[in-house]
């Protein structure tokens, strides 16, 4: 199971948004702002609370000593009142879970998704698809731009006239998920009318994680679950592959479903979670592999793909 740091950061009125901006660029998952008259970083009256949320990964002490490099450069260059005061806490599953789903309100994705983290009632007079998600493990929102994405490319699969080739529908198609986290695109898929999905994931938190919000969302008969290091475990052919990866575990995945022939002649593979610096390494060897690229995406630093084989 992720642990989470929360990063809370006192700073003046003045100073929101840049803060905010370096809490998204430093890779938080949601921020809060809580406006207190009592609260004074060294004699700001009217200080502002910022908070964000860290998955405690281990580059976490790399990316706080970042984060306050920016901090100080930042307020030299008077870009922000100084000082701001900066304080974290260790969260476990339960402390963290509840204030980031009040964190993150309802997400609209594309034209057809919408995700929520509670189980309220919601406004969706666009009768919109909705994604329920609980029991997050530090497995994946959909607020991530690299979800984001491949939830739109799967959208984009649903038109019978995408590309021209009806066959290329999710509808009715076997459809795989490698790394399933949360299993935020196999619920997707299923709801989108895929006749079968297989998820897999390595981590047995992950797959506990996507059972419960497979059951959550009414799809839990529709869904295989399987613990797997990518394709390792998994047989057959699939019309279409879901992947929301880094970039060295795309690598690997590229040559797995050529070799392993895991992709139908006319099939489809979706991913995402590749870097832009990675992707000038990803780009050439799937080209070298044989693949060919359809569409390519660039959200916030990162860069998802459609890809087909030659």
Known sequence: MVEWLEISLITSLSSIEQIVGMLDTLGCVGTARIWNSDLDSEGQQNAVQVIGYLPATEDVVEKLVWLQEQLDYAAAHGWICKPVSVTTKLLDAEEWEAPLREVLPPLFVGQRFIIVLTDDDIDNSENRIILRLRSLGGFGTGHHPTTRMCMEFLEESMSTNHWSLENRQVKGKRVLDVGTGSGILAIAAVKIGASQVIATDIDDAALKAAKENAKRNQVEGKIKFVKSDLL????????????????PLIKDLA??????????????????????????????LLIKLGYRIITEKELEGWVAFKAGLR
Do not use: C, D, H
């Open 232 to 247: 390792w475990q998994v047989e057959g052919q699939f019309e279409i592959v879901l992947s929301n990866l880094l970039t």
């Open 255 to 284: 040559w797995q479903i050529r070799s392993r022939e895991a992709l139908t002649p006319e099939g489809l593979w979706l991913a995402s979670g590749i870097s832009t610096e990675g992707w000038k390494e990803v780009k050439p």
